[in-house]
Every structure is written in structure tokens, then in C-alpha cells.
């Protein structure tokens, strides 16, 4: 066993169990799935998060146990997290809440009730207190005879998706074993709080069921769609990212089309350069830059993964800011392109701005590969 480790040693208490199902996957989405999960893993990693990675979500949980952590969230290779902070400050209050498991619990009507695997939370204190259970594998065919959990009549959605659900007292004869029946189990047998996660957790996360050829490709039309969005359509009106910049006033600030924190950097005969590879983001900053007397802007048509070259459009000014951003960690691109990819075009970028402006100070928000370390997907 090999559990890989990637630790920011930023937050403490909770930690990621990132479980590598890839070897179950056709190979067309497997290499796209590849792509999305090292882009999710640098968002978590990115958020201050220790990460651990292998193939088996008990070790998993076991060995973040045996690390002194309170929490464990378990998400599984096809899962990624949306809008920026908003998943993470949903955790961050969910754990405050007593519950032994979180999760998406589903009501399997002759197979007994399932724990996602997509992603669920759990309380490692009480993992340990019940000596570590397992969390059950999909068992098909098998029969046995279980405590039927009361459930919400409301459902999140369809029949099976029940918005509250805790022990019950009848007994039922089931046909099948789904995921983590073991240790929902455990939970409603000793009366344990089991949460359904709520809008805060659901809607900003999204699962691509890469397990079933056909349910993946229904979620990749949506993947496609977000690509097209965000080149062609979407517009970020204000900075949605830490700018982590010590103040200093600059002769060129290299920008996104994005925001207006460059106004604490400038100042009379400064020039302002927004590029993007969305042409309808620099039409709105033409229009809103604003008005700093002596400071000129330019704007930039420039796709950074594609061919285009933004250094040939920068001056060879010594006193010079380039803000990189997320471009070669973008969640409407990374599933499309692949980390070596867009680890090569990163350091292409790099190599040229130190060619023409040595001097020139560079930051990012997300690296392309922020550690040395592969995860074991990319050994399968």
C-alpha cells in the first residue's frame, strides 16, 4: 500500500480521502477523468487541505484516523467541487454539527440504503470509537435481513432521495447490498445521526459517474457547455480570488479580464495590459476600466493553452506585475487538457516572460502542478 500524501499544512481537522476508482473506467474516460481529478486535487490542495490518495477508501479512512484528524471527506475520481469557496465554507459548518455520517443516502427500495460513493463525510472521533468499521462494498444477490431506517417522505429529487433519514425498529428482507451498507448500519443501530447533504453541499459539487459509460456522457455534454461558456459568454464583473500581493506600485500590470484590483498597483504612466481568450470579457473591461488619470490600457485576445503569445504583446518594462490567475488550472478547461500539458504551456509562458522581462514580478492563484508527487492514477 502506498498512500500519497499532499499537505499544504495549511487547515487542520479535516482531511480528503481522494479514493482512485480509475482502473474501473473504459480508457476515453479514464484520460478525461484523469484531467479532472488532478485539477480537483490542486483545488483542494489549493484550498489548505491535506489530501490523501490511493485506491481503497477504508485505508483511507484508517490511515486519516491514525493521523490525528476529526473529520474525513471522501470523494471518489469524477467528483469536483464548483464555485470557488462555497463547497469548503459549507463543510466548514457542517462539521460543526454532531453526526457520524454525511452524505447522499439513497433509498434502494429492495437493496438496502446506499452512501454514495461520489463523496460523504465522516466523523473519524466516532469512526474510532467503533473501532474503525468498514464501509461496505456493493454486494448484488446478496440477501439478508436488515432494520429499515425511517425516511423523509421529501426527496431531494425522484423517489429515492430522501431529505432525512435515521434508525428504524421493523425489519425487512433485502436483496441487495449497496454502497456503505456497513457502515450505515453501524449508524442506525446505535442511533447515531446519519445528515443528507442539503443545497449548501449538493450545489456545489458535481459527480461525472465515469463507472457508467452512459451516465458520463450525458455529464460530459454539460462539461462541453461550461468550456463554451466560459470562452465565449461568461464575465467575471469583480475579482473573485485573493489577490496575495505585497502593495507596490508598477509601470505595467499584465491582468485577466477580471476585476479591478490592479487600481492599488498603478499610478500616472502606468499601463494596464487585460488579456483573455474570452473576446466578450475584454468588450465589458473596455467599457468599465476605471477612469486613474495617466494610467492607458490595452487589451489582448490571447488563449495561454493555445498558440497564442502574450509576452509579444508586453512591453520590456523592468517595473512589471503578471497575474496569472487559475488559466493553467481553470475548472471549464483542466478537464480537456492534461496536467503535462498544461504544466509544459505554463513553463513555455514562464520562460518567455524571463527572457523579455527578467525583473518582472509573477503570481498565480493556481499552479498547473503545484507538487512533485503523481497521483496513483497516473500509474493505472
Not at 488619470?293 to 517595473?319: A, P, Q, R
Request: net charge negative; aromatic share 14%; proline share 4%.
Amino acid at each position: 500500500m502506498n498512500i500519497l500524501e499532499f499537505n499544504p499544512q495549511w487547515k487542520t481537522g479535516i482531511a480528503f480521502c481522494f479514493v482512485d476508482n480509475t482502473r474501473h473506467y473504459l480508457p476515453h474516460i479514464k484520460e478525461l477523468i484523469k484531467n479532472q481529478a488532478d485539477g480537483c486535487l490542486v483545488n483542494i490542495y489549493n484550498k489548505g487541505y491535506t489530501v490523501f490518495q490511493w485506491i481503497d477508501e477504508d485505508a483511507l479512512l484508517r490511515h486519516a484516523a491514525s493521523k490525528g484528524y476529526k473529520h474525513a471527506v471522501v470523494l471518489s475520481t469524477g467528483t469536483e467541487f464548483l464555485n470557488g469557496h462555497a463547497f469548503f465554507n459549507a463543510l466548514e459548518e457542517l462539521v460543526k454539527q454532531k453526526f457520524f455520517v454525511a452524505g447522499h443516502v439513497l433509498d434502494r427500495k429492495d437493496a438496502y440504503y446506499e452512501l454514495h460513493h461520489q463523496c460523504y463525510i465522516v466523523n473519524l472521533e466516532v469512526y474510532n470509537m467503533l473501532n474503525q468499521p468498514e464501509v461496505g462494498k456493493q454486494q448484488l444477490g446478496s440477501q439478508h435481513r436488515q432494520d429499515v431506517p425511517w425516511r423523509s417522505v421529501d426527496n431531494w429529487h425522484d423517489d429515492y432521495t430522501p431529505k432525512t433519514i435515521i434508525g428504524g425498529d421493523q425489519v425487512k428482507e433485502y436483496n441487495h447490498k449497496c454502497h456503505g451498507w456497513n457502515i450505515l448500519k453501524q449508524a442506525f443501530d446505535k442511533d447515531l445521526p446519519v445528515l443528507v447533504f442539503d443545497e449548501s453541499i449538493r450545489n456545489n459539487k458535481k459527480h461525472f459517474y465515469p463507472e457508467s459509460p452512459e451516465d458520463f456522457n450525458k455529464q460530459l455534454g454539460w462539461a462541453y457547455y461550461r468550456l463554451n461558456y466560459c470562452q465565449s459568454t461568461f464575465v467575471h464583473t469583480s475579482n473573485t480570488e485573493t489577490i496575495d500581493v505585497p502593495t507596490n506600485i508598477y509601470k505595467q500590470v499584465v491582468t485577466p479580464a477580471s476585476g479591478t484590483w490592479f487600481t492599488n498597483y498603478v499610478d500616472a504612466g502606468s499601463i494596464v495590459v487585460f488579456y483573455d481568450y474570452n473576446e466578450k470579457a475584454l468588450e465589458y473591461w473596455k467599457q468599465q476600466v476605471p477612469v486613474i488619470e495617466g494610467v492607458t490600457y490595452k487589451f489582448v485576445l490571447c488563449d495561454l493553452l493555445g498558440i497564442d503569445n502574450l509576452v509579444e504583446h508586453l512591453e520590456n518594462i523592468d517595473s512589471t506585475l503578471v497575474h496569472l490567475s487559475n488559466i493553467f488550472n481553470y475548472e471549464a478547461t483542466v478537464f480537456f487538457y492534461s496536467t503535462e500539458y498544461r504544466d509544459y504551456k505554463e513553463k513555455e509562458l514562464l520562460k518567455n516572460l524571463k527572457e523579455k522581462i527578467p525583473s518582472a514580478t509573477i503570481f498565480f492563484n493556481l499552479r498547473a502542478k503545484p507538487f512533485d508527487t503523481i497521483p496513483s492514477w497516473h500509474l493505472s
